[in-house]
């Protein structure tokens, strides 16, 4: 339908011209289109924030929504750019994994295209600008209601990013901190259901080198302001943060990093 | 009616994925609704900083737009979770006194619902997260027709921020810089009818333990780059800035500091 | 048409209610508006920045959008604003010269208007805030359909930027560091044509007193990571970085430094 939302998550930043081009892209060829920004800050080139984002932000959407990702170290070499249809969300992405784990939770409800038809694209196409010669125009044609089939023909394989899913042995999961937020909270692969059963677990954790004893809480106000606290995510996994204050500066922690989380209840 | 605009002004920054789950839920009650971003920079957990961009910007809406805050330190306590209507102005805000010096201008056009109907909330609710959870799904389903008065019962008490109102003592003012822009221009809560009856009063201020004598001019290229200047802002009161620099780097002052302005006429 | 597209950019930033107000303005004339943001990141006042930036945006635009552009050193001085009409692309923007790029190439498509009917601005105006007084207003009356001519009168002289065009002797080209993107690209105004016939030339760049060697490719990734790469950037210039890496910071330069390349097919 003309009036389609196209959403936009990029690593451009919003001094850089490269976003409002797309948009005038887009906007040339579909005038109705809702254009909605996602984010522009993901970090330049970091594929694992990037798909931390989608994965926390795409299953939201309402199906339909078309969403252009351009998060592409790869631009210009032989990389593909992809189609990807899952669980009814629609994505324009570069093939470098920063889609797969959204896959994961529904992998018979996916189809997987590469982009191949030019016909849809803009042109010249320059080497290092595919968001707007080649995402910004498809998605701006799916918006107008061409079938995805004409973009290309369907692929089987596609590049996964390389994710170490966190370990239980006895009381003790090790994991990683899987995205640092603007607060500085410390968010977690550790999944709640870890600390289902108890009302209050006390835990060691270790991040790097260092120990820290943070006290279990609900939520961040719950205790004095500087406490260092755990408490589950909204994304449903294991947080480390500092009640109204930044744990990734109190601990020097980056994303990434491992984390062990020993509990006892 | 179903394309409402919906605002969003919160403290989430724009790397993390919180904005766009926000979005998403809203899309998902309600596709027609048309989401505009006013800012996702108020600084973390900054009720002062909330209060001034709420008070300078919301009243240039039309009413009728409804307008989501989620600068949220309580989340997951026992703090509320308001319905206002301020003059036709609709908000969605936590119980923290950000949203109150809006009022302060038209007591008799306000009405106060404490949110307390789930039946408008995604559930399951996550301790954390009330923005994604109560805040967007209610403002989705307002945009849809809902009557406000199904959200909650009316409350009549509510959280304030202290607010140290100017003072004048004959030619002495003292105030308080309310806030600091992008610029670095120091905004103050000294009314612009100190200086209303002198075209070019002598002045000396005083901020922190800095005396400075700043020219007093009616824009900021009325002078030498570098200069130090005194104005009216574009709120109506009292502004220090430096011509084509930035004031607040220049004189080491943060917002909250106390000024005092004693004018020579 | 009462749904026409109003984009804003500025140098506001986020964090200040400027650009919210502006919206709010727009909506309070014109309902129905769609606001898009292309930027509020244009560092402070910075006009070259800011040329750059629309020079490179607003051509993907369709006809008929109207731009506001908000860097605004001179606000309250007798500089004008100005309605601009390029090629079909509407502008509402002050007469500082950040929008005359973008009129060289269509000299002969072009209407300038000086804006002096304050029947289409707010009142009473500020001294320091055109933006929200004057061009919010005046784009939003726009967009209902009032004919630009009621606007205020034609003007047959403007600003321009001094830009110095790059200079070619034999093999040499002298240019300009012209824009440095988020990635820390170095954007040179350098045309593609100096290096077309040449599938691999070979460079001798010398940025201030650095002298440097990058290698020739065709997109960022061609390389192993931290590679000093040269290539043809989106703007269709000569664009100097390093491959993951970022090129302003390894070669410490800024926005407006010289670059001289010595081509060795």
């Given at each position: 339908?003309?009036?389609?939302?196209?959403?936009?998550?990029?690593?451009?930043?919003?001094?850089?011209?490269?976003?409002?081009?797309?948009?005038?892209?887009?906007?040339?060829?579909?005038?109705?289109?809702?254009?909605?920004?996602?984010?522009?800050?993901?970090?330049?080139?970091?594929?694992?924030?990037?798909?931390?984002?989608?994965?926390?932000?795409?299953?939201?959407?309402?199906?339909?929504?078309?969403?252009?990702?351009?998060?592409?170290?790869?631009?210009?070499?032989?990389?593909?750019?992809?189609?990807?249809?899952?669980?009814?969300?629609?994505?324009?992405?570069?093939?470098?994994?920063?889609?797969?784990?959204?896959?994961?939770?529904?992998?018979?409800?996916?189809?997987?295209?590469?982009?191949?038809?030019?016909?849809?694209?803009?042109?010249?196409?320059?080497?290092?600008?595919?968001?707007?010669?080649?995402?910004?125009?498809?998605?701006?044609?799916?918006?107008?209601?061409?079938?995805?089939?004409?973009?290309?023909?369907?692929?089987?394989?596609?590049?996964?990013?390389?994710?170490?899913?966190?370990?239980?042995?006895?009381?003790?999961w090790s994991g990683e901190i899987v995205f640092i937020d603007h607060f500085g909270n410390l968010i977690t692969n550790i999944p709640r259901d870890a600390f289902q059963k108890m009302a209050s677990p006390k835990l060691l954790v270790k991040i790097g080198d260092e120990k820290v004893r943070p006290v279990w809480v609900r939520s961040y106000a719950n205790v004095p302001a500087g406490t260092l606290i755990a408490?589950?995510?909204?994304?449903?996994?294991?947080?480390?943060?500092?009640?109204?204050?930044?744990?990734?500066?109190?601990?020097?922690?980056?994303?990434?990093?491992?984390?062990?989380?020993?509990?006892?209840?």
């Open positions: 339908v003309p009036n389609s939302i196209i959403t936009l998550t990029t690593d451009f930043g919003e001094e850089s011209p490269y976003v409002a081009a797309m948009k005038g892209v887009i906007l040339g060829i579909n005038p109705a289109a809702r254009i909605l920004d996602l984010s522009h800050q993901i970090p330049p080139q970091d594929l694992r924030h990037a798909a931390f984002f989608l994965s926390n932000a795409i299953p939201w959407f309402p199906s339909e929504v078309i969403h252009v990702i351009v998060v592409d170290p790869g631009v210009g070499t032989e990389r593909a750019l992809l189609y990807v249809n899952v669980d009814g969300h629609q994505l324009l992405v570069p093939d470098n994994g920063c889609w797969t784990e959204l896959a994961c939770a529904v992998p018979d409800k996916r189809v997987v295209l590469r982009l191949a038809n030019p016909t849809f694209w803009r042109h010249p196409v320059s080497a290092t600008f595919h968001g707007r010669d080649i995402l910004a125009p498809v998605a701006a044609h799916l918006s107008l209601g061409i079938e995805p089939g004409q973009l290309g023909p369907p692929v089987q394989d596609w590049v996964r990013l390389a994710i170490s899913p966190p370990v239980c042995e006895g009381d003790v408490l589950i995510s909204s994304s449903d996994t294991f947080e480390v943060a500092v009640s109204m204050g930044d744990a990734a500066a109190r601990l020097g922690v980056r994303a990434g990093s491992g984390i062990r989380v020993v509990i006892e209840p």
